[in-house]
Each structure stands twice: as C-alpha cells, then as structure tokens.
C-alpha cells in the first residue's frame, strides 16, 4: 500500500517552467543528499532497529500485565511522535476502552507540558503506583521533562519506596551524555538509547517513538517497513518521480514568492496530530536566521493546523479568500477503517433528504473534493496526499516522505536544518534565570536588559 501525492493544482501559473528554471538548485541539493546521508544517521533508522526492536518486544512483554497505563514525560521531538502514532494507529477513545478491548494493553497519556494544573490532575486521575514512566529526553537536561521526572519520582519513592520504584521508570535517552543517562545508570533504571547522530524531531523511529507504540500494541516493525518504503521512493534523482523532494521543491518555491504558509488539513481524526508532529518538524527545521554561509535570511514557513471537514467551518474562508500567502496540503484516505450510514429519516425535506443513505465516509471524501475544487478555483494553491488506509505501514511511510522533504528543503533554503538556535536561546535564558551555574552572562544580559514601560500595560 503506497501513499500517494498529488500535486496537481500547484502546477499552474508556470510552475512547470519554474522547476525547469530550478535544475541547477534541484541537482545540487541531490547531490548534498546523497553526499550527507551518513550524517543523517535518521535515514538508516527504518533499518538498523532489529536489535531495539526486540528488545522493546521483550520488555513489553515482560511489564505489560503489571501497569494500567504508559505515560511519556516528554516535550518536542520526545512527545509529538509517540502521540501522532497512537492516535493514528489505535481506537480515538483508547484510554476509555476497558482493557480486553486494548489487547490487554495500558493506557497511554503523553504529558509534554509543566503546567501544574495538569500533574496536578493526572496524579488525580490515576494510581502513580500502576503506571510505568517512560522519561524520554535526548539532552537529559530538558527542564519541562526532568522536572516531571524529579516530581514523579518523589511521587513513586514516597509510596513504594526506591525499590518498588524503580520498576516504574524507564528512560530514553542518549547512551553517553546527559544527565538521564547518568540518572538511569546510577539509579538503575531500564533504559533505550537515541542514537547520538538522531536530533529529536528525527527521531521517531528510535525508542522515542517505538517504545511507546509498542505498549500500545503497534505494529513497530510495520512502521520501520513503511519507513524503509518510502526511502527507496526518496532516492529517485527524478523530481518528477521523488514525493518528497516534489513536495519540498514546491514549497521552497512558494516561500520565494511570499507563501508563508503551511496549512496541513486532514480529512480525518486520526491524523490530526501528525499535523502537531509536522508543525514542529517544518518549523524548527526550517525557520532560520541565517544560512550556512552566515548571510541573514529569515527563512521558513508558519506551520498551521487544520482538520477536515471540521475547520471548513472555521478557517477555510481564510484560506479561499484571504491573502496568497498559503500552501494547502490536503490529506485524504481512501478506505477508512470504520463505515457509518446515515438513515434516511427526512426524504421529504430536500435540504437533508439526499444524505439519506449516504456513509460518513462518502460524505467527508466528498467534502475534501469540494473544498479541493473552492481553492483551487479561487487559486490558492494546494496539493493531496492520500492513504490508501491508515496502518503502521503507512504511517511509517507518511512520516518518513515528511522528514525527507523536511531534510530536502533545508537543502533548497541552504540552512542548517537539524539544528534549533531559536529554541536554544529561550532555554538559556530559563537557565539563567534560575541562576543555574554557568549561566552568568546571559544573566548579566538579561538584567541589562530594558525593563517594562509600565503605561504600555492596561489593567
Ligand atoms: O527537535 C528537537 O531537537 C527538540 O524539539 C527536542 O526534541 C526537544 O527540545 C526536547 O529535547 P530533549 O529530547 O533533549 O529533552
């Protein structure tokens, strides 16, 4: 099963012309992909993870009987992942499904974020004692999800003690630096490594996003395939016949005439979150001050969310009417995995009769050709990917297609994808703020800095 793209409406106005005009830039960003692919250590992921592999199965098996729920403490690249999968790949209503119903899988609850209220009511809601915490963080100093972590702890030491415990931590981390590591090993905790080559928002087919699948019973290796699939089709030097490449091409020439935009939209619940998953990827990877040769660029696009049919009603008027500076990828499923009818109750009413005896799925596919035939008549630029189903397999092959094009765009831009000097810089000053040791000169920036005009603030 292969997903496929369609890109047809954004082939107008002389797109054609445009990737002709392009093939110098096209044949050296193959050429870098080809050149760095053993520094994108990511790329072999789909097949170097048979030894993690087993060792996830193993482990699972092992501890799955003894929790009722698997909880991630993790942000960024160490949570969007776990969570896109599972509410793609399993039941929307996971948690409420009484256990047989789960395979005799756990919960899951992803808990990304330090907003106290939300610990608070999670620790309200379940038994700590019966949940085993996945602390997944690359850097191990990652402040949202080691303090969890050092809550969380506490929580568990005062109720079951160190030892009890220690059988309800499990770490993903980098095998050598960091504090995790250290934690894990001093503590002794379980723990998977994240390849120290792999960068967060990469890293979904590590532990990162495999250990957490498979305790909710997903096919990993199925993903791995999937993944493994869409990089044979990421290695064809012939844009025309490369999705990802196509798809990165496309919009880096959107972006050099004023679309800033990314909106992805889904036609259906279970991929919603990959649009969270996307969002970071296509923003921190790409949205750079500057370019490899230090010159100021201010490059990216503004990734927004959307989800079919639901923001039709909401944010689709923008996007018909409002200024060019979109590009729309629709995405679409051809069998979904549930079929509903809808009763002919009101035949007499021509305003609701002619739903009668239609499927659900006929009337949200249909719906996504409608508003695929409004934008492009309006002339906004759009382009689908379709699912022939949502399955491990696919899901492996959509994530990859994303991070390749991703990888690919960086290259188009000239900047350094892989890295996030935006993001660093608010997590130094949190530092510092905190007066964390070694954080003296960006404390001694800040306090320099020019303090709040108070008649600039109302209430
Ligand atoms: O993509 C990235 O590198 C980031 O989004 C990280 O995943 C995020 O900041 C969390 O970092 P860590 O896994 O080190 O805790």
């Not at 969570?83 to 119903?101: G, I, T």
């Not at 199925?222 to 091409?249: Q, S, W």
Request: hydrophobic share 40%.
């Amino acid at each position: 099963m292969k997903i496929r793209m369609d890109y047809n409406n954004m082939m107008q106005n002389g797109m054609a012309g445009k990737i002709e005009k392009l093939a110098p830039k096209i044949k050296k960003a193959n050429a870098a992909m080809v050149e760095k692919r053993d520094k994108m250590a990511w790329r072999e992921l789909p097949y170097n993870q048979e030894a993690v592999v087993k060792d996830i199965s193993d482990y699972v098996a092992a501890v799955k009987d003894d929790i009722d729920a698997f909880v991630v403490l993790g942000i960024g690249g160490s949570a969007l992942g776990p969570l896109a999968v599972q509410m793609a790949l399993n039941h929307p209503f996971w948690n409420e499904l009484p256990r047989e119903k789960r395979g005799g899988y756990p919960k899951l609850y992803v808990l990304d974020n330090v907003d106290p209220e939300r610990l608070v009511y999670f620790l309200d809601t379940v038994d700590a004692t019966r949940c085993l915490f996945n602390v997944i963080s690359k850097s191990g100093s990652t402040s949202e999800t080691m303090s969890q972590f050092m809550i969380i702890q506490q929580v568990l030491e005062q109720k079951m003690g160190k030892d009890g415990a220690r059988g309800r931590i499990v770490c993903t981390t980098d095998a050598k630096s960091g504090n995790l590591v250290t934690i894990a090993k001093d503590e002794g905790y379980k723990y998977f490594v994240i390849p120290s080559a792999v960068g967060g928002r990469f890293s979904e087919f590590t532990p990162v996003g495999l250990l957490p699948a498979a305790f909710c019973g997903i096919d990993i290796k199925g993903l791995l395939v999937g993944a493994a699939h869409m990089d044979e089709n990421c290695k064809e030097p012939d844009i025309y016949k490369n999705p990802a490449h196509m798809y990165a091409l496309l919009h880096y020439i959107g972006m050099t005439e004023g679309k800033n935009i990314s909106v992805m939209m889904p036609y259906a619940d279970s991929l919603k979150f990959i649009s969270d998953w996307y969002a970071q990827l296509w923003a921190e990877s790409l949205g750079k001050a500057h370019d490899r040769d230090g010159k100021v660029v201010n490059v990216g696009q503004t990734p927004v969310k959307a989800l079919g049919a639901t923001d039709q009603h909401s944010q689709v008027q923008l996007y018909a009417e409002g200024p060019f500076d979109k590009i729309i990828v629709l995405i679409g499923v051809d069998e979904y995995r549930e079929t509903i009818t809808i009763p002919k109750t009101y035949g007499e009413m021509p305003s609701l009769g002619f739903l009668g005896g239609v499927t659900h799925n006929e009337l949200i596919t249909t719906e996504q050709a409608a508003t695929e035939y409004a934008l492009t008549k309006a002339g906004r630029q759009n382009m689908t990917i379709t699912l022939p189903k949502v399955t491990a397999h696919t899901i492996g092959q959509l994530l990859y297609f994303f991070e390749v094009a991703t990888a690919y765009a960086g290259e188009l831009l000239n900047i350094d994808a892989f890295d996030q000097p935006g993001v660093e810089e608010g997590k130094n000053a949190t530092y510092a703020m905190f007066g964390r040791p070694g954080y003296e000169a960006k404390k001694a920036e800040l306090d320099a800095a020019p303090a709040k005009d108070k008649k600039y603030i109302i209430g």
